[in-house]
Every structure is written in C-alpha cells, then in structure tokens.
C-alpha cells in the first residue's frame, strides 16, 4: 500500500512559478513510475507528466512542456513539479499518482492540492 501527500498549491499571478510536493509512504516508491494529473473545475482529468522510475525518461503533456519539470528525489520518497511561466489556463486541482507495475496503471493517488492561476 503506498500513500501519497501534495503539498505546494496555491494561488499565484500569471507568469509566476509554485512547485509541488508528493510525498509518499511505502517501501519501494523508487521502482514506481510517478505521474502528475490535474483536473480545472468542469472538466476531466488531464495527464500532465511523468517521471519514469530511474528517473531517466520524463514526458509531458504539450500543454506543458516547456514549462513545467518533474523531478524525483527517492531518499525523500518525493516527487515534484516544479510549475513556471503559469497561465490562467493552468489552474485545477493537481494530483500525484503512483504506477507500481511501470505499465501505465496508476492505483495509488493522492488526495489534490489546488493551484490557481490569477490573471
């Protein structure tokens, strides 16, 4: 069972920067895959990046790319994304997941951290 936590959100003035915290219980978060969602009021949930569980292969939505950057620090059992050059358009609640299986399957989420985006 793992256990995730964000931290971070927010509200910031367009063209600032926030970077998010998920930090997460369980023994073998370093062999996850870790991803971050995000879901603004009316709409589904988006991907919006992933960090592979070496750390080595990042991916991110085209909405973001650019902007925004996943890191992973596994003797903190945290995974980040550091959030830059925001945009209204980027205001949602962001999640943290968690792919045990690296096959695209997240089980474990965590609860949501708002960020919001003023223009």
């Known amino acids: 069972q793992v256990q995730l936590v964000e931290s971070g959100g927010g509200l910031v003035q367009a063209g600032g920067s926030l970077r998010l915290s998920c930090a997460a219980s369980?023994?073998?978060?370093?062999?996850?895959?870790m991803a971050w969602f995000r879901q603004a009021p009316g709409k589904e949930r988006e991907f919006v990046g992933r960090i592979s569980w070496t750390g080595g292969f990042k991916y991110y939505a085209d909405s973001v790319k650019g902007r925004f950057t996943i890191l992973r620090d596994d003797a903190k059992n945290t995974v980040y994304l550091q959030m830059n050059s925001l945009k209204p358009e980027d205001t949602a609640v962001y999640y943290c997941a968690a792919d045990e299986t690296n096959r695209g399957t997240y089980i474990y989420w965590g609860q949501g951290t708002q960020v919001t985006v003023s223009s």
């Open positions: 369980g023994r073998t978060f370093s062999s996850y895959t």
